[in-house]
């Protein structure tokens, strides 16, 4: 089935660790997103890319890194500057870039978890 | 800043009844809206989008009106169903970055 591919669904990390959340999509999109969600809260962007290796910073990018080598692929690196990882991480693609309407298809999450 | 918001943060309907869950945004030049529906511990699923072009779209049991004149966008669920219980985001684009910029969300409890 076509669709978004988020792992690890939970991850529990120690404070200094970096850790790397997976996102693969079979959609052909173009635009990939990563937001972070913390309780209660809106999501906000951390990083989006709207073409294989080129990416942009959104509005909370300190402390996260991504790459886009593949179409498919749009990895999060949750490094030991993050000072507070803890959150719910959603994966997104879609988008402007593909010239369509703008709706964007979700992941089902990671939940990163910091001891 | 330009931001999109809620005016209320929960919601709590009789199974049955009609819901309506509103949204305000603050770019005049938005022009493409979107309403997310979020069950607890997944990720938003698309309901319905309107275009700025157009001040009513109908869906499955889900209206969406938009008021230019207001800067207000609304989404109706009729007959709400348990199912229907979830956080509600609404997100317009940014005519400027083209990204989607989203609210905070509603919570909707649905009491049978």
């Known amino acids: 089935d076509g669709g978004i591919t988020q792992s690890p669904k939970y991850l529990f990390r120690k404070e200094g660790q970096n850790v790397t959340l997976s996102c693969e999509q079979n959609?052909?999109?173009?635009?990939m997103y990563w937001y972070r969600q913390d309780p209660g809260q809106g999501l906000r962007l951390i990083y989006y890319?709207?073409?294989?290796?080129?990416?942009q910073k959104g509005d909370i990018a300190e402390g996260y890194s991504v790459s886009r080598e593949k179409k498919e692929s749009f990895p999060l690196t949750v490094t030991s500057a993050q000072k507070n990882p803890t959150a719910f991480y959603l994966c997104?693609?879609?988008?402007?870039?593909?010239?369509?309407?703008?709706?964007?298809?979700f992941g089902e999450g990671s939940r990163l978890t910091v001891l | 800043g330009e931001s999109v918001g809620l005016h209320l943060p929960t919601l709590s309907v009789q199974e049955g009844d009609n819901s309506i869950i509103n949204c305000a945004y603050s770019n005049s030049a938005s022009d493409y809206f979107i309403w997310y529906k979020q069950e607890s511990g997944k990720g938003p699923q698309f309901i319905i989008d309107i275009r700025s072009n157009m001040d009513k779209r109908q869906g499955q049991r889900v209206t969406v009106l938009l008021n230019k004149t207001v800067k207000h966008l609304s989404l109706q669920i009729a007959a709400t169903q348990p199912g229907d219980s979830a956080v509600y985001f609404c997100a317009e684009k940014d005519v400027n970055q083209g990204n989607l910029i989203f609210g905070k969300g509603t919570k909707l409890s649905v009491k049978p």
């Open positions: 959609l052909n999109h173009d635009a």
């Open positions: 890319s709207q073409i294989v290796n080129d990416f």
């Open positions: 997104a693609s879609g988008g402007l870039a593909d010239g369509g309407t703008g709706e964007l298809f």
